[in-house]
């Protein structure tokens, strides 16, 4: 079964800085995608960023990129130029690539608490 | 409406009480999923449904009854709760196209607490 390890509960950092979260995943499988999930106080879960496994580019969107170490089975997200409304529970999600009768199965870390200092 | 909507957004109930939880996505997908959401723990896939067929019952106790009326609605029905039970409870909706899905969307989620 795969896992998800997220072991920063929480970070800060200061408002225009940048500040890196950490994840890793366990698995057997060779394709399957990643997911950085935003969850702000109070408000919906909402899509960062996705890779796919088999690209060896680096996705990015906008202020937030991530670094994919699929050897290393890593797979940190980069905010860069902190705003205020960054902060947030980010979760990272791993979901095989292919479907298995018909059913999807995503598989969360923990999640980190991010505060943005003014 | 755009997206995924819950209903209600918050909850009490008491352990002897029913009631049910809705959720509804505008957004054309063929699967929808339950997931619960603890302090501390991370996010527990509890049902999918695909094309309106159950495929996933993640060993959830049956006081948790799932309804997939039709590809847009989904409802978790509540009995009998305890109250370790009070979390909150997220929907989410993907598109699966030919064996690949696709990333999920959530709802807002139901805040419950079982008293």
């Known amino acids: 079964a795969q896992t998800v390890t997220q072991s920063q509960p929480e970070m800060s950092v200061q408002e225009a800085e940048t500040v890196t979260l950490s994840c890793t995943y366990d698995?057997?499988?060779?394709?399957?995608?990643l997911f950085w999930y935003k969850q702000p106080p109070s408000r919906q879960m909402i899509l960062v960023i996705r890779?796919?496994?088999?690209?060896?580019q680096n996705a990015t969107e906008n202020r937030f990129s991530v670094n994919f170490q699929k050897a290393a089975k890593s797979f940190s997200l980069k905010i860069s130029d902190s705003q205020l409304g960054d902060a947030a529970m980010y979760f990272c999600?791993?979901?095989?690539?292919?479907?298995?009768?018909?059913?999807?199965?995503?598989?969360f870390g923990k999640g980190t608490k991010l505060t943005v200092n003014p | 409406e755009t997206g995924v909507t819950q209903t209600p957004r918050h909850l009490v109930m008491g352990m002897t009480n029913k009631k049910s939880l809705k959720c509804e996505q505008h957004?054309?997908?063929?699967?929808m999923y339950w997931y619960k959401q603890s302090a501390k723990k991370p996010l527990e896939l509890m049902f999918v449904?695909?094309?309106?067929?159950?495929?996933e019952n993640n060993s959830v106790p049956s006081r948790f009854s799932p309804e997939c009326p039709n590809s847009s609605h989904l409802f978790l029905h509540l009995h009998t709760l305890q109250p370790e039970d009070s979390a909150l409870y997220l929907c989410?909706?993907?598109?699966?196209?030919?064996?690949?899905?696709?990333?999920?969307?959530f709802g807002p989620g139901t805040r419950l607490t079982v008293t």
């Open positions: 449904y695909n094309f309106k067929e159950q495929t």
């Open positions: 698995t057997s499988e060779s394709d399957y995608y």
């Open positions: 999600a791993y979901r095989s690539f292919f479907t298995q009768g018909g059913s999807e199965k995503l598989v």
């Open positions: 890779q796919e496994a088999y690209k060896q």
């Open positions: 989410a909706s993907s598109q699966e196209l030919r064996g690949v899905n696709y990333e999920q969307y």
């Open positions: 957004l054309g997908h063929n699967a």
